[in-house]
């Protein structure tokens, strides 16, 4: 039996040594030449079975069946193999064995095999239990959807498939009134899902969403240059997605968008998204200005902001900070000297608390700076000690392990400096386990150039677990009644074991001032890092009592942990 092109396609893809090979069932029991075949007549069985028994519109069962692979590979696992008759077979186990047709829809409209689970209706087998979901389905795919691509709505807005095909079907056509087509009417539903949820007419934030879109598409004619396929108007759509979920407000770019069409067409995906997320690192309150940057300047798009080197103090001597500002640079910021990749720019201007100022810089036309930037001489930016230790990495034991602590730093803003060395000599865990303890800091509120000045004090600060740091960021804030910023001034207090030195040191002197023993405010700092024989001894000169209550108090906290 000949086997379809389309379907031959579909097997070549998961039935090749690639990763897709272990998600579908092994099918032992079919020798590899007929698997093809089994699965075509299996195909074509079941959209039988959809159709004559199950009443489904021949198409759209067609569609389910053809578009389900591993549900379909499921149930010809059960079965007995015969060349001659295992057309019969199949369609004799779906007449005695009826199927959860929810399982087949939701994997046929392209939901991956392992989420249709989190997806099925509770209690649901059959399609006239919840005739919504298919008809909302059919609705769309009349429209010229492709139904693999339908599952895209549903994960993103599930509340489309609750609608009526009146509903849908007046919905979409409403956005044809803008001057588009069938095919881009669909790019752009795949794209931005919202604009079918709304309820009654148009208006508000989808209608400026479509302003924008016919001014691109029609005024400016960026149409024209799109092929003819849902796959292309689906592409371009997710590009012009990125600059409003950059936030851009939507019915004020389509003249900026319309000016620099090119960008839609001349650049992948993945360098808008690449550019915005560089961006994106430098921190700025709002994003919408890294989209802004894209759009009124993309000859940035074209930089290459990954592979070149930049000595620290130079390129800032190159983007005009003067000589009085670059020494203040160099005496606060010292962990910051030196080399660094042009990757971690966003960072080191963040750690310098420059990154306002910088992307200002470039916003207001200097970012063709970053284009001309060379280093002015190959010693530039060369620290010896750093070199020193990287060699000594490179013969130590574990260097890989090691060289990727480095590039943690590095990717912070640390640059290549004697300082960094002697931070990455008392750092504890992998780069993936430091960088989530960083990213905590920063979550609780830390400012990122604080922390690195911390970490560069007190690099202990992020040699324990995020949940740990978190449990005493909160004891510090809402317990002590202290701020973040107290930890500027003391990072130790993070080093210090919670339960059996923080709380029970800050508890005990709670209890002293209650008691009205100690009638003098001591710093959280004096209270957590004295050693204990200063403490006993300070705790004397609070009152001559004090040690001895600090003996009981511990026998009761051991004989409770007894």
Same mark, same amino acid.
């Given at each position: ?94 007449? =005695? ?26 209690? %649901? ?143 992948? !995906? ?35 902001? !990954? ?27 010292? =962990? ?58 490179? =013969? ?73 740091? !978190? ?38 002197? !709670? ?28 705790? =004397? ?6 040690? %001895? ?8 906290? %051991?004989?409770?942990?007894?």
């Amino acid at each position: 039996m000949p086997i379809s092109k389309s379907l031959f396609t579909i097997l070549t893809r998961h039935f090749s040594t690639t990763r897709n090979l272990s998600k579908l069932p092994k099918l032992p029991n079919i020798p590899c030449k007929y698997r093809p075949q089994a699965i075509e007549e299996a195909q074509k069985a079941l959209t039988e079975y959809l159709h004559t028994t199950r009443y489904l519109p021949f198409t759209y069962a067609e569609h389910i069946a053809k578009n389900s692979l591993f549900s379909v590979s499921i149930l010809i696992a059960k079965l007995d193999f015969s060349i001659n008759d295992f057309s019969r077979t199949f369609q004799r186990f779906l007449r =005695y064995h009826p199927i959860n047709e929810f399982e087949f829809f939701f994997e046929s409209i392209g939901l991956d095999y392992s989420e249709v689970n989190g997806f099925l209706p509770a209690n %649901k087998f059959f399609f006239d239990e919840d005739v919504s979901i298919l008809n909302a389905a059919c609705a769309l795919s009349a429209f010229g959807f492709p139904w693999n691509k339908l599952g895209k709505l549903y994960k993103e807005e599930v509340s489309i498939f609750s609608k009526s095909s009146e509903e849908l079907t007046h919905r979409l056509c409403g956005f044809k009134e803008y001057g588009l087509s069938n095919t881009s009417v669909i790019g752009i539903c795949l794209a931005f899902p919202h604009v079918l949820c709304g309820e009654g007419e148009l208006g508000g934030e989808i209608n400026a969403l479509f302003d924008d879109l016919k001014r691109v598409f029609v005024d400016f004619d960026l149409a024209s240059s799109i092929e003819g396929n849902v796959d292309a108007w689906y592409e371009v759509c997710r590009k012009i997605r990125i600059f409003y979920d950059l936030g851009c407000e939507k019915g004020t770019v389509g003249e900026l968008m319309g000016r620099n069409k090119h960008v839609f067409i001349e650049y992948p !995906e993945e360098v808008l998204a690449q550019k915005a997320k560089y961006f994106r690192r430098f921190g700025i309150e709002k994003e919408e200005d890294v989209g802004l940057l894209l759009l009124e300047s993309p000859e940035i798009l074209s930089l290459d902001l !990954e592979t070149p080197v930049i000595s620290v103090l130079g390129f800032l001597k190159y983007f005009e900070l003067n000589m009085k500002e670059l020494s203040l640079v160099s005496q606060t910021y010292p =962990y910051v000297l030196g080399r660094n990749k042009m990757a971690n720019l966003p960072h080191v201007m963040r750690a310098l608390n420059l990154h306002e100022w910088f992307f200002n810089k470039i916003k207001n036309g200097n970012h063709q700076l970053l284009a001309n930037y060379v280093l002015s001489d190959p010693e530039e930016g060369l620290d010896r000690e750093f070199r020193a230790g990287l060699e000594k990495i490179q =013969y130590s034991r574990t260097p890989i392990h090691n060289m990727s602590k480095l590039n943690f730093l590095h990717g912070i803003g640390f640059g290549e400096n004697a300082l960094t060395m002697k931070v990455l000599s008392l750092l504890h865990g992998t780069s993936k386990e430091l960088q989530e303890r960083f990213d905590c800091l920063l979550r609780v509120g830390v400012e990122f150039s604080k922390l690195c000045m911390m970490i560069k004090t007190t690099p202990k600060v992020i040699n324990q677990k995020p949940e740990t740091i !978190e449990k005493k960021v909160n004891f510090l804030c809402q317990e002590m009644g202290s701020s973040l910023q107290y930890l500027e001034i003391f990072p130790a207090f993070l080093c210090f074991d919670l339960e059996n030195r923080i709380k029970h040191r800050y508890r005990f002197h !709670e209890w002293l001032t209650e008691k009205g023993f100690c009638t003098r405010p001591y710093s959280i700092a004096s209270i957590i890092a004295t050693s204990e024989k200063n403490f006993v001894a300070r705790l =004397y000169g609070i009152h001559p009592d004090a040690p %001895k209550k600090w003996s009981e108090y511990n026998s009761r906290k %051991k004989s409770l942990e007894s």
